[in-house]
T-cell receptor, first 113, second 114 residues
Framework: AQSVTQLDSHVSVSEGTPVLLRCNYSSSYSPSLFWYVQHPNKGLQLLLKYTSAATLVKGINGFEAEFKKSETSFHLTKPSAHMSDAAEYFCVVSDLNNNDMRFGAGTRLTVKP | DSGVTQTPKHLITATGQRVTLRCSPRSGDLSVYWYQQSLDQGLQFLIQYYNGEERAKGNILERFSAQQFPDLHSELNLSSLELGDSALYFC?????????????FGQGTRLTVV
């Protein structure tokens, strides 16, 4: 069965500095990988997804993630953090043989002025 | 706005009671998924329906049940409620039956059991 580990429960950055949210996955088959964002009191919104096409995936709001099979990682990055990026971020794995998505525990991103 | 509608937004009820949460998927989406989000368990997959039939089951308690109706809306029924059932319940929908396609989430129903 697939699983995902988000390596940091909380990341704090200053506005204008780079963001790195780390995610490692485990999957028996070719996985699909997603990053979702959840703003306070809101539902989850898809940031980006990897489904076996290009390994560098660009998403909304300037975020991107790189699929590295050798490292079983799918880290989320952004060159310059904005105050509006403060939220909870979830890394998600799904494979072709399962109907459920496995969510990581989430990483809370704080952006300081 | 994701296009997925959940009602009610908030629900407060007593232990031992039964509640029904409702979800209307995006237009054209055949799959509906239910998730529970709590502080100690994180986001847990409960159950999935595809075009009216149960497709996959996750960590759903026997006290909980769900169904998807011919118009594709879904209801999650929670009975014999316990304090530990207090959580945010999310519904998501997608076009196909496999969740490696994009899923759209509703804003959730916050259930408080007192």
């Amino acid at each position: 069965a697939q699983s995902v580990t988000q390596l940091d429960s909380h990341v704090s950055v200053s506005e204008g500095t780079p963001v790195l949210l780390r995610c490692n996955y485990s999957s028996s088959y070719s996985p699909s990988l997603f990053w979702y964002v959840q703003h306070p009191n809101k539902g989850l919104q898809l940031l980006l997804k990897y489904t076996s096409a290009a390994t560098l995936v660009k998403g909304i709001n300037g975020f991107e993630a790189e699929f590295k099979k050798s490292e079983t990682s799918f880290h989320l990055t952004k060159p310059s953090a904005h105050m509006s990026d403060a939220a909870e971020y979830f890394c998600v794995v799904s494979d072709l043989n399962n109907n459920d998505m496995r969510f990581g525990a989430g990483t809370r991103l704080t952006v300081k002025p | 706005d994701s296009g997925v509608t959940q009602t009610p937004k908030h629900l407060i009820t007593a232990t031992g009671q039964r509640v029904t949460l409702r979800c209307s998927p995006r237009s054209g989406d055949l799959s509906v998924y239910w998730y529970q989000q709590s502080l100690d368990q994180g986001l847990q997959f409960l159950i999935q329906y595809y075009n009216g039939e149960e497709r996959a089951k996750g960590n759903i308690l026997e006290r909980f049940s769900a169904q998807q109706f011919p118009d594709l809306h879904s209801e999650l029924n929670l009975s014999s409620l316990e304090l530990g059932d207090s959580a945010l319940y999310f519904c998501a929908s997608s076009v196909g039956g496999l969740m490696n396609t994009e899923a759209f989430f509703g804003q959730g129903t916050r259930l408080t059991v007192v």
